[in-house]
Each structure stands twice: as structure tokens, then as C-alpha cells.
């Protein structure tokens, strides 16, 4: 392994990723996995790059190997963010393009696997739940014809990979928390910086994103801003140029989080123009509850539907079962994705580990009144969990 000037965490980090995933490999029989979304080629290699989101470019795939080879294939333009991000070493840096030959993308790739002699191997593969592949359809299935047309056997490698980005090691779980820090920071600064019947949602998103950056951070999820009863039907709108009104008892709702070293975080707060009435003070400890029920369940070697399943409890008991916002889910994982496996959710099969970083979100709408919601974000252990999201559950006052 080279070190290179980006790299996000210590060689050793990666080695013990590589090792874990090639103990996977060997027992799920794969002779190789074909690595092609941002997030996994960041998990396994380091790479970073300012094009993933473009249309045209390709910033690459990695191929690794069951004797250890880590193999990255790119546009010769991408060569110098590999060199300059991933450990990869500079023979197994493989091109195309000007300067690279005559060989398409496609072509680049299946002839790396023919280097590799993997071209009739057995190949993982991220077809399932909570990934995408990072290949443009015009490169995708060209490839995957002459893979099959050698032989290649293609596998499902998605439950392998969320093995190991689900449990997160000691220096993943301190980026999750600084970004969480953030987080925490830039809600303070947009609450603080409302001016009622001035500020409007999309200018407290800018509050929120000069924030995120004078934390160190890297991005921000295009984050909910929501004012008022009628707002809180559009679930997941982006910010808008509303006005945050004067309204006594109107509720201001923030969702979402920014990135750090690759590792988001999510949460929810929010605040109240004036003071709640009686009833939604009501209404408010009842989500609360809610969240308290959740977490109670929260510890290793616990089925994590039972988590979703006490957040539900929880509503039936007060009576709010039909204002649920989402019976039989309640969270999901946080990390390299924003969303990422496992969901919180009734019929999941995962078994909560220490080390998994996760969400817990359980909300409940009141038509004319508002929605009553928040998101914690926390770290499992043996005996329970180390909350991440520190601040005060209850409403803020505006």
C-alpha cells in the first residue's frame, strides 16, 4: 500500500477493511468484487473525486482480488485524483482514453480482468438493497455481456458489503460524531438567525451551509426546511423562499445533516414561533416517548425490528397509531451514505452490532397543527448506545 497526500484514515484502516472483505470473499466463495459506486470505492481505496456527480466523466471502478490485488481502472484523467487519494499501488492503476490506447471503458475494465485472469471467475457484484452502480448504462451492460460471455459468474455481493460498512471502527465512528458536532451547529446558527417575517427557509439553509464549512466540512445534504402546517405535508421538499411568518404556534422543521471525511449526519429539531399550546406540548411529548421507546430497545445482539416495533407501540398506546408518519419504519444507518443499511424497520433481519451507527426518526403529523418529529443519531454497544445528537429534544422558541 502507497501513502498518498489525501488519504482519509491511516493504511491500517484500509488494510483491516481489506481483510475483513477478502475473509468475506473466501467463505461466500467470490474470487474477486467489482467495486464501482463513490461510496464503496471511498470505503476500500480512498479515492476522492469532484466528478462523481457528472455526467461524463469517470472517476473508476476498482477490481479486488481474492489474492489481495486491488486493481483501479479510469479515465487517464482521473489517474492523478487516484494517485493523490487512494492507497492503490501505481502498477495497478490501469486507463483509457487519449493517451491510454484505443480501448473504451468497457474494454478497459473486462481487460483488466483478463490481467487479473478473473475474466471466468466467480465475481460479486453491488446489485442489491442500498446500492447503485457507478457505470454508466453504455459502459454497464457491454461490459457484463463479455464478462458472461467468458465464462464469468456474477453474484450478489451487497449483504457482504454492508457486513462491513454497517459496523463502523473506532476512527469512522469519530467522523460520524464530528459530523454530528456540525450538525448540532449549524441548526443553533439557523434557529438563532431567524428574523421572524424576514428570513425565509432558503436563506437559514445558507446559515446552515457557511456553517457546515467553518466546521471542516465537506458537504451538506440539500436539507429540509419546512415552515408551517401546509409545509409539513411536502415531506422532503428542499428549502424554499417562504417567509418564516409570525405565527404564533407555527412549527419550523429542520432535517438532514453535513459531511465529514466522507461520513454524514442526520437529524432532526425543531422550533416554535411563540409558545406551544397545551396541546401541542402534548403532541410533543408523545414523539418524544416515542423516541425513548426506540432507543430503550437499542443494545447488541437485539433483532433491530424491535426497535421499530416499540416506536409503534409507543403511538398505539397514546393513541396516535393513525398519526404515525411510518408504521413499521422508524431509522435507518448513517455512514459513507446519508440512508444507508440497516433500515429500522419491522421485517429487517439484521441483528444490531456494536459499532453500527444509526438514526432513529419517529415523527407524527396532526392535520391543521403540525408535525412532531425528531432524529437522534447514535452509536450501538454491547450494553446499549453512546447517543451522538446532544441538544435538547424539545422545541426551541423563535
Known sequence: MRQPSMLDFPLEEYRARLDRLLAGMQRDGLDAVLITGAENMRYFTGLQSVVWSSGVSTPGVCIITGDRRVATISSVSSLGPIRESSWVEEEDMFAYGRGAGDLSYEDAIFAAFERLHLQSGRIGMEWGTGFRIGLQAGYYFPLMEKLQAAGARLSDA?????ELRTVKSPREIACVRKAVQAAEKMFDAAFSGVRLGESTERELFGIMGATALEEGCEDLLPMVVRFGPERMKQVNCPASD???????GAILHLDGGPCY????????????VG???DKQREYEKCAIEAMEAGLSRVRAGVPISEISRAVDASFEKNGLGACNDSPGWSGHGIGLDVHEEPQLSADSDY?????????LEPGMKI???GSFCNEQNFVVTETGYELLSLSPLQMRRL
Open 158 to 162: 451487497a449483504r457482504l458489503l454492508w
Open 242 to 248: 417562504l417567509v418564516i411568518a409570525n405565527t404564533p
Open 261 to 272: 471525511k466522507g461520513y454524514y449526519a442526520d437529524i432532526i429539531r425543531q422550533a416554535v
Open 275 to 277: 409558545e406551544l399550546s
Open 351 to 359: 441483528i444490531l452490532r456494536a459499532g453500527m451507527t444509526l438514526s
Open 367 to 369: 392535520p391543521g397543527i
